[in-house]
């Protein structure tokens, strides 16, 4: 079955460590997101890619980084830099853009200890 | 900007109770509306789209959403809500066709009690 992976479903962190949280997909879509979810606050987009080795900045990309090398990944670095990384992160991807609706990931849980 | 404003935090249903969540967007246009759900600990699930046309839209699970321009708002309804529909919902909106993604509003947690 075609779908999203989000791996790990758990993660831990120590302060000042860089760490890569993963998204794969095999729907074949073109555009793929990655938001960051924090209680009481919603969905707030990252990073964005709406074609293979190309990529935009969300509205809090600041202590993110990217890359999109092939169709179906497109994982996220969460750099030291990022001053509160703790968070619920969501990948999701869609055929050609947001019309199309998303698909999401199960997401990936980080906790820096 | 565009924004989408979900006013209630948390809402609580008795089983087998009507239901509406309430979705409040600022655009000064007519934008693309999304109503999506997360089940606790899961990714989101979309659950009806709006875009042009009829103001009613239909969806899956049998929920149902209403855009009225005069008031800003799309909200999602359901005429009788079951004890698997308790979740957090998520109000969506983009701005226009060649907008890059989604913004979400914070979210309404729908408990539902017997």
């Known amino acids: 079955d075609g779908g999203i992976t989000q791996s790990p479903k758990y993660l831990f962190r120590k302060e000042g460590q860089n760490v890569t949280l993963s998204c794969e997909q095999n729907?074949?879509?073109?555009?793929m997101y990655w938001y960051r979810q924090d209680p009481g606050q919603g969905l707030r987009l990252i990073y964005y890619?709406?074609?293979?080795?190309?990529?935009q900045k969300g509205d809090i990309a600041e202590g993110y980084s990217v890359s999109r090398e092939k169709k179906e990944s497109f994982p996220l670095t969460v750099t030291s830099a990022q001053k509160n990384p703790t968070a619920f992160y969501l990948c999701?991807?869609?055929?050609?853009?947001?019309?199309?609706?998303?698909?999401f990931g199960s997401g990936t849980r980080l906790t820096v200890v | 900007a565009q924004s989408v404003t979900q006013p209630d935090i948390h809402i609580t249903v008795s089983e087998g109770a009507s239901l509406e969540l309430r979705c409040n967007y600022s655009?000064?246009?007519?934008?693309?509306l999304f109503w999506y759900v997360q089940s606790p600990g899961q990714g989101l699930q979309l659950l009806l789209k709006?875009?042009?046309?009829?103001?009613l839209v239909q969806g899956i699970k049998g929920f149902e959403a209403e855009f009225k321009r005069s008031q800003s708002s799309f909200n999602l309804r359901k005429p009788s809500v079951h004890w698997s529909d308790a979740a957090e919902y998520f109000c969506?909106?983009?701005?226009?066709?060649?907008?890059?993604?989604?913004?979400f509003g914070k979210g309404t947690t729908l408990s539902v009690s017997s």
């Open positions: 655009y000064g246009a007519t934008p693309y």
């Open positions: 999701a991807s869609s055929p050609d853009g947001p019309l199309s609706g998303y698909t």
């Open positions: 709006y875009f042009s046309g009829d103001t």
């Open positions: 890619s709406q074609i293979v080795n190309d990529f």
């Open positions: 729907l074949n879509h073109d555009a």
């Open positions: 969506a909106v983009l701005a226009n066709q060649a907008g890059t993604a989604l913004i």
